[in-house]
């Protein structure tokens, strides 16, 4: 019963054994459950009751009085379970199996526990004062779920009342040392026959603009026919619930549909995850209330208004703090002054998701743009480089009213959370559109590879041009895994940001990898050929490294995000003591909690791994307790100095990141034409053979096998092993020349 138990969650139990034996019972029942789960101290139960104030005193005092201890002399050893306790069990395994977690940890223990009220232990909880849905609702934050309220609506905002931060699959295997193999992986996906029919009709436009030309219009950006027929067939509804006019489709699906869509054109997929990712589609299905949701979303999924994100501003990029656009209280409106920039689909007419300040607090409106320009409202013109098909301008307000009624409130912080949540959608939809994207680079390569000649033979034999084409399929393969990795966690209602943020950042260095050192390469000076679609369309290719969040800055989020649990556990009180005789912050964080960690020797950390009999998940779960290791080094060197330290953590970031996607691309089930394990091999190998210790295995002498395997990877590819591939539209070859015979 107990092989899926974690080791936290096994130690409950002996804990609770030890408990029973305390008051001599000769049973166990869930109050002695309820000792285990606060006495093991550290795991996600002890955490949340920690947070609503519940410590062994409290307990020992609400047990009293509810039972008598036992005689004097009763039996050691294992006691047998109350048929209650029986049924927490059970209970823990089913909320195990419906949060998708093939463990039980002590989280699960804890929700097994609140569904049996009529128990010790449920009462206990009761008469201090706790509701049980609200215990229940504090252990679905700290993990990182919450419940779906009303008509669509999530409650998800990234805010916790809580100190703690959920606990990702990644901050699981770092600093509990539980590598949970299902965490790492995605879900099979289910398409509803509406929402199929729905995407298969807005294939067929797309395929039919495209195969006509017509997909632009003169002045190369997307055509309003186009955009016309995709709303038609429901294309920018496919996020909205069906009672405001969409298909409710789960983001899983619809990522993985958008990657097909950028195989034809990544502007139409890339408009949809502006307009239902990140821009209003998502506020409003999230964070809106049943008469803004049943006002405005109709309209946006009809795609009678197409919607924008207006966070960006002249002075503020990735310092949100430097906001300026302000919305003043008039009457029944907002009067919004303040200018934005580099607004993707921003024309007159559409819907635009605004941050702005209320009263010095950035706050989210949903602005409905006047149909022409006025002048409290006209954009700001100017050339882009990347992004040529769409409109994507900026924009001055001097003085737009908006409705009061418009604006958005979430449950918990302030406006940046509903716009933190959108991009982390918006993130994991830049990954889906990359694999699509990087889907028709490679299919660009192949027809070149056959023809081009040197020294008598098509570089498609050389090994050189083997490993790009190799390289190319191992970098798509990893953005389908961690798109639909990011899409699954925020599906199942979690915050997913650290997930969005290695999706991101992986797909955007692979867009650039790939058009740089793949794909220039291989083409050589065709690639710049007025008309040849790598130099008309590089900009493109590299524009992801900074929007949506520079990628390196995003990393420095990433390891606040890293460090963030470790810290709050080690600096907040333990049952039972008080604030007051905590030590202060730098020294609770320096010396307590970093001189505690490395009293314990090399390798002495035990770490749970759920696929014991995988050998590359034990080395994977050995990468991240090493970089666990080296972050608390550094930080323990720095000291408060850390923060400073931007390369310092960029690069630890990095370095977790990329085993964070060995981990998924290992564990992943995304389908494939080539086998899995062929795709994986690289990536993984990249990860598990970081180690600072071995430098030799950093070398490109060590880097050969590797290197050999692409080229194999590359052979296959180009022996039409993947048929998508072949079936792609691409563009013919540029200047050829006579071959000869």
Same mark, same amino acid.
């Given at each position: 019963?107990?092989?899926?138990?974690t080791?936290?969650?096994?130690?409950?139990?002996?804990?609770?054994?030890?408990?029973?034996?305390?008051?001599?019972?000769?049973y #166990?029942? %869930?109050? /002695?459950? *309820?000792? &285990?789960?606060?006495? +093991?101290?550290?795991g =996600? !139960?002890?955490?949340?009751? @920690? $947070?609503?104030?519940?410590?062994?005193?409290?307990?020992?005092?609400?047990?009293?009085?509810?039972?008598?201890?036992?005689?004097?002399?009763?039996?050691?050893?294992?006691?047998?379970?109350?048929?209650?306790?029986?049924?927490?069990?059970?209970?823990?395994?089913?909320?195990?199996?419906?949060?998708?977690?093939?463990? #039980?940890? %002590?989280? /699960?223990? *804890?929700? &097994?526990?609140?569904? +049996?009220?009529e128990? =010790? !232990?449920g009462?206990v909880? @009761? $008469?201090?004062?706790?509701?049980?849905?609200?215990?229940?609702?504090?252990?679905?934050?700290?993990?990182?779920?919450?419940?779906?309220?009303?008509?669509?609506?999530?409650?998800?905002?990234?805010?916790?009342?809580?100190?703690?931060?959920?606990?990702?699959?990644i901050?699981?295997?770092?600093?509990?040392?539980?590598?949970?193999?299902?965490?790492?992986?995605?879900?099979?996906?289910?398409?509803?026959?509406?929402?199929?029919?729905?995407?298969?009709?807005?294939?067929?436009?797309?395929?039919?603009?495209?195969?006509?030309?017509?997909?632009?219009?003169?002045?190369?950006?997307?055509?309003?026919?186009?955009?016309?027929?995709?709303?038609?067939?429901?294309?920018?509804?496919?996020?909205?619930?069906?009672?405001?006019?969409?298909?409710?489709?789960?983001?899983?699906?619809?990522?993985?549909?958008l990657?097909?869509?950028a195989?034809?054109?990544?502007?139409?997929?890339?408009?949809?995850?502006?307009?239902?990712?990140?821009?209003?589609?998502?506020?409003?299905?999230?964070?809106?209330?049943?008469?803004q949701?049943?006002?405005?979303?109709?309209?946006?999924?009809r795609?009678?208004?197409?919607?924008?994100?207006?966070?960006?501003?002249?002075?503020?990029?990735?310092?949100?703090?430097?906001?300026?656009?302000?919305?003043?209280?008039?009457?029944?409106?907002?009067?919004?002054?303040?200018?934005?920039?580099?607004?993707?689909?921003?024309?007159?007419?559409?819907?635009?998701?605004?941050?702005?300040?209320?009263?010095?607090?950035?706050a989210?409106?949903?602005?409905?743009?006047?149909?022409?320009?006025?002048?409290?409202?006209?954009?700001?013109?100017?050339?882009?480089?990347?992004?040529?098909?769409?409109?994507?301008?900026?924009?001055?307000?001097?003085?737009?009213?908006?409705?009061?009624?418009?604006?958005?409130?979430p449950?918990r912080?302030?406006?940046?959370?509903?716009?933190?949540h959108?991009?982390?959608?918006?993130?994991?939809?830049?990954?889906?559109?990359?694999?699509?994207?990087?889907?028709?680079?490679?299919?660009?390569?192949?027809?070149?590879?056959?023809?081009?000649?040197?020294?008598?033979?098509?570089?498609?034999?050389?090994?050189?041009?083997?490993?790009?084409?190799?390289?190319?399929?191992?970098?798509?393969?990893?953005?389908?895994?961690?798109?639909?990795?990011?899409?699954?966690?925020?599906?199942?209602?979690?915050?997913?940001?650290?997930?969005a943020?290695?999706?991101?950042?992986?797909?955007?260095?692979?867009?650039?990898?790939?058009?740089?050192?793949?794909?220039?390469?291989?083409?050589?000076?065709?690639?710049?050929?007025?008309?040849?679609?790598?130099?008309?369309?590089?900009?493109?290719?590299?524009a992801?490294?900074?929007?949506?969040?520079?990628?390196?800055?995003?990393?420095?989020?990433?390891?606040?995000?890293?460090?963030?649990?470790?810290?709050?556990?080690?600096?907040?009180?333990?049952?039972?003591?008080?604030?007051?005789?905590q030590?202060?912050?730098?020294?609770?964080?320096?010396k307590?909690?970093?001189?505690?960690?490395?009293?314990?020797?090399?390798?002495?950390?035990?770490?749970?791994?759920?696929?014991?009999?995988?050998?590359?998940?034990?080395?994977?779960?050995?990468?991240?307790?090493?970089?666990?290791?080296?972050?608390?080094?550094a930080?323990?060197?720095?000291?408060?100095?850390?923060?400073?330290?931007?390369?310092?953590?960029?690069?630890?970031?990095?370095?977790?990141?990329?085993?964070?996607?060995?981990?998924?691309?290992?564990?992943?089930?995304?389908?494939?034409?080539?086998?899995?394990?062929?795709?994986?091999?690289?990536?993984?190998?990249?990860?598990?053979?970081?180690?600072?210790?071995?430098?030799?295995?950093?070398?490109?002498?060590?880097?050969?096998?590797?290197?050999?395997?692409?080229?194999?990877?590359?052979?296959?590819?180009?022996?039409?092993?993947w048929?998508?591939?072949?079936?792609?539209?691409?563009?013919?070859?540029?200047?050829?020349?006579?071959?000869?015979?």
């Open positions: 019963m107990y092989e899926r138990f080791d936290r969650a096994r130690k409950v139990m002996q804990l609770a054994n030890q408990e029973a034996q305390n008051f001599n019972h000769e #166990i029942g %869930t109050e /002695h459950l *309820l000792f &285990g789960l606060i006495k +093991e101290g550290s =996600v !139960a002890a955490n949340v009751l @920690m $947070n609503l104030d519940v410590d062994l005193r409290k307990i020992r005092l609400e047990v009293e009085k509810l039972i008598q201890g036992g005689p004097e002399i009763v039996s050691l050893g294992k006691l047998p379970q109350t048929p209650t306790l029986k049924k927490v069990i059970e209970y823990s395994m089913d909320e195990a199996r419906s949060l998708g977690h093939n463990y #039980i940890g %002590t989280e /699960h223990i *804890l929700l &097994g526990m609140l569904r +049996e009220q128990s =010790v !232990a009462y909880l @009761m $008469n201090l004062g706790l509701k049980l849905e609200n215990v229940r609702e504090e252990v679905l934050n700290l993990v990182g779920y919450r419940a779906i309220r009303g008509a669509g609506r999530a409650d998800q905002s990234p805010a916790s009342p809580s100190s703690h931060v959920p606990l990702s699959a901050h699981r295997a770092l600093w509990e040392h539980e590598y949970l193999a299902d965490s790492f992986s995605s879900s099979a996906i289910e398409i509803p026959a509406e929402l199929a029919r729905v995407m298969n009709a807005s294939l067929e436009v797309v395929q039919r603009h495209r195969a006509a030309n017509t997909i632009f219009n003169g002045e190369r950006k997307l055509n309003d026919a186009v955009i016309a027929e995709l709303a038609t067939v429901g294309y920018w509804g496919m996020l909205t619930p069906p009672e405001f006019g969409g298909c409710g489709g789960s983001l899983s699906a619809v990522l993985s549909f990657t097909r869509v195989t034809f054109d990544p502007t139409v997929a890339g408009l949809f995850s502006v307009h239902s990712c990140i821009g209003p589609v998502n506020m409003l299905v999230h964070f809106g209330s049943p008469e949701q049943g006002r405005l979303l109709p309209p946006l999924a795609g009678e208004r197409l919607g924008a994100f207006g966070l960006t501003e002249p002075n503020a990029g990735s310092d949100l703090t430097a906001l300026r656009t302000t919305a003043v209280m008039d009457g029944d409106d907002y009067v919004v002054h303040g200018e934005k920039l580099f607004i993707t689909n921003l024309l007159p007419g559409r819907t635009l998701g605004l941050v702005c300040k209320i009263e010095e607090v950035p989210v409106m949903i602005v409905e743009l006047p149909a022409v320009e006025t002048p409290e409202f006209h954009l700001v013109r100017y050339g882009l480089h990347s992004l040529q098909h769409t409109h994507n301008h900026g924009c001055v307000f001097r003085g737009l009213r908006v409705p009061t009624a418009n604006r958005l409130l449950p912080g302030d406006g940046l959370q509903i716009a933190y959108g991009l982390n959608r918006g993130r994991a939809a830049l990954c889906a559109n990359a694999a699509g994207t990087l889907r028709v680079m490679l299919a660009n390569m192949l027809p070149w590879v056959r023809f081009r000649q040197t020294h008598g033979a098509a570089i498609g034999t050389r090994e050189l041009v083997l490993r790009r084409l190799g390289r190319m399929a191992e970098l798509i393969f990893g953005c389908d895994a961690l798109a639909a990795w990011a899409a699954g966690v925020l599906d199942r209602g979690g915050r997913g940001e650290m997930e943020i290695v999706a991101k950042t992986f797909a955007a260095d692979a867009l650039h990898e790939a058009a740089v050192e793949l794909c220039l390469k291989t083409h050589g000076g065709r690639a710049f050929l007025v008309g040849h679609p790598l130099g008309d369309q590089l900009h493109d290719y590299l992801p490294s900074i929007y949506e969040g520079e990628n390196e800055v995003l990393l420095l989020a990433f390891f606040k995000a890293l460090v963030k649990p470790r810290i709050m556990r080690l600096i907040e009180p333990s049952p039972g003591e008080s604030e007051s005789t030590p202060s912050f730098l020294k609770s964080l320096l307590p909690l970093f001189g505690r960690f490395f009293e314990q020797p090399e390798g002495s950390f035990p770490t749970t791994v759920t696929s014991a009999n995988d050998e590359t998940a034990l080395a994977l779960a050995d990468q991240f307790v090493r970089f666990a290791r080296q972050i608390e080094l930080m323990q060197s720095e000291q408060a100095g850390v923060a400073n330290q931007q390369l310092l953590m960029a690069a630890l970031a990095r370095d977790v990141a990329r085993v964070t996607v060995a981990a998924v691309v290992h564990h992943t089930v995304v389908p494939t034409a080539l086998d899995r394990t062929a795709l994986s091999q690289g990536l993984i190998a990249e990860a598990v053979a970081m180690n600072d210790q071995e430098p030799a295995a950093n070398s490109h002498h060590a880097d050969l096998p590797r290197q050999l395997h692409q080229c194999r990877l590359g052979e296959r590819i180009l022996a039409g092993e048929p998508e591939l072949e079936a792609l539209a691409t563009t013919p070859i540029m200047q050829t020349y006579p071959q000869e015979n």
